[in-house]
């Protein structure tokens, strides 16, 4: 199948790989014309593990092509993807204005009868818009569907390859059955394609976000709780997961959530309910606990390092919003970072693959060290901010011996508090008692 996707960022060039990878070929165009001259020669503008590969066999092979020529895109495909960004508008809704005028390229440019397919988050209502910005000048039948994308950044490729379930909202039986023939090699261990109306594939994808940050806001204030009350919440966490009815995954506290996702989304979702006079009060107790736990190490640091901060040094281990992406957007550890900087404190930060980027935002505010040792030199305290693997594991001794106090703040409860009591550490995580 002849398959364009318009929007090459995480989500666009991580579909186009992977349906490349299955056969199909694949067009993936964007306006930023940089970023496709470095893709045609497998310069990935993101970090996200094993897409390199991916992205440079298909290439190779000629199922995977990348092109800033939106309208050639458009002309030569039977099947559209729209993955362009749907960033926060001022009153928090999605800002759809990337959206509809890819709709209108589409209708302009289209030379055949389509299918397309709506990858970006959008709200509930936006496939009629699209709908309509494409009949405006469109000469042939279209189909629209609406395929949201569950994807989780630094587990994408597997998250594509093997999703939980594939939701596909739409309206005509052409768009299910390419639809479903385009997803049949992603779903063969029995995973579900389901099947809905629009209004419904749409407001999924909210929900399912808006689920997601309720359970960590949830478990955040409970280890706040639990940390005042002298309880652990590594145990209430699996007190609670063992219930098959709560589950394990999304238990665990730490710094608040960050990311291109959850906190634009929450915000969509949140205006959506206030446009409809539907009060959604949980979600909005959701977003302001996050922004209170964006907090929480500091208030740490302050217990660990006594009120007075200025003048102190503190190594970050961590940017990124999550561990296996490079993705700063809203991340905690800017939260952070800004809070540490008004109090005159002096950072030095290190992260497997986000330092680019979080140059880019803070500049020269803070040092950047080359690996997380050197972070370590002269600082009175380590935050672990991100919970990349490798340092669950760290030269504990060395870390001693580095720091000039023995202080670890810990936002991911990467480390075993009796362990650290052995080891003379001064020990702050979250929701457990401190060494
Ligand atoms: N990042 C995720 O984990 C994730 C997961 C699921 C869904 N989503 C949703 O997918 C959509 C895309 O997210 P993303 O993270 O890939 O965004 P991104 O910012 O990484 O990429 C968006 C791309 O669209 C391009 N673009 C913008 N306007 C364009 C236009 N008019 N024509 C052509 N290209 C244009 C940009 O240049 C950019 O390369 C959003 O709606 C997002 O909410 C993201």
Not at 15 to 22: I, N, W
Not at 194 to 223: C, H, P, Q, W
């Amino acid at each position: 199948m002849n398959i364009s996707v318009i929007g090459t960022g995480y989500v666009g060039l991580v579909v186009g790989a992977c349906l490349a990878e299955t056969g199909n070929s694949v067009r993936c165009a964007d306006i930023d014309e940089r970023k496709i001259d470095g893709l045609r020669k497998n310069r990935l503008p993101i970090y996200e593990p094993g897409l390199e590969p991916l992205v440079e066999r298909n290439q190779k092979e000629g199922r995977l092509g990348f092109t800033a020529d939106l309208r050639e895109a458009i002309e030569w495909a039977e099947v559209v993807f729209i993955a362009v960004g749907t960033p926060a508008g001022e009153n928090g809704s999605a800002d759809l204005n990337n959206v509809l005028q890819v709709a209108a390229l589409i209708g302009r440019h289209m030379s055949r009868e389509m299918v397309v397919v709506t990858k970006s988050t959008v709200p509930v209502g936006s496939a009629a818009k699209i709908g309509k910005e494409i009949a405006k000048e469109a000469k042939f039948p279209f189909h629209i569907c609406s395929n949201p994308e569950f994807l989780k950044e630094g587990d994408a490729v597997e998250d594509f390859m093997r999703p939980d379930r594939v939701i596909l909202g739409l309206e005509s039986s052409h768009a299910r059955r390419v639809m479903t023939e385009l997803y049949a090699p992603f779903v063969r261990t029995g995973k579900p394609i389901l099947v809905m109306d629009i209004s419904s594939a749409e407001m999924t994808k909210y929900a399912a976000n808006g689920m997601l940050a309720t359970r960590i806001s949830f478990m955040n204030e409970i280890a706040n709780l639990c940390d005042k009350l002298g309880a652990n919440v590594d145990f209430v966490r699996k007190g609670i997961g063992s219930d098959s009815r709560i589950g394990q995954s999304f238990l665990f506290p730490g710094p608040g959530y960050g990311g291109s996702c959850f906190p634009k989304d929450l915000k969509a979702l949140v205006r959506m309910g206030q446009e409809n006079e539907v009060p959604l009060d949980v979600l909005a107790a959701v977003e302001s606990a996050n922004e209170r736990q964006k907090r929480v190490l500091i208030q740490k640091l302050r217990c660990a390092l006594g009120n007075e901060l200025e003048g102190r040094r503190v190594a970050l281990w961590g940017l990124a919003f999550k561990a296996g992406t490079d993705d700063m957007r809203e991340a905690p550890s800017l939260t952070l970072v800004e809070e540490l900087l008004e109090e005159g404190v002096s950072i030095c930060a290190h992260d497997p693959a986000a330092v680019e980027h979080a140059r880019v935002l803070l500049g020269n505010r803070i040092d950047f060290a080359e690996t997380n040792y050197e972070a370590l030199v002269g600082a009175d305290a380590l935050v672990v901010v991100t919970d990349w693997n490798e340092y669950r594991h760290p030269d504990f001794e060395r870390v001693k011996r580095t720091l000039r106090q023995p202080v670890i703040v810990d936002g991911r409860n990467l480390y075993d508090v009796e362990k650290m009591r052995t080891l003379g550490v001064r020990y702050h995580s979250i929701g457990r008692p401190s060494a």
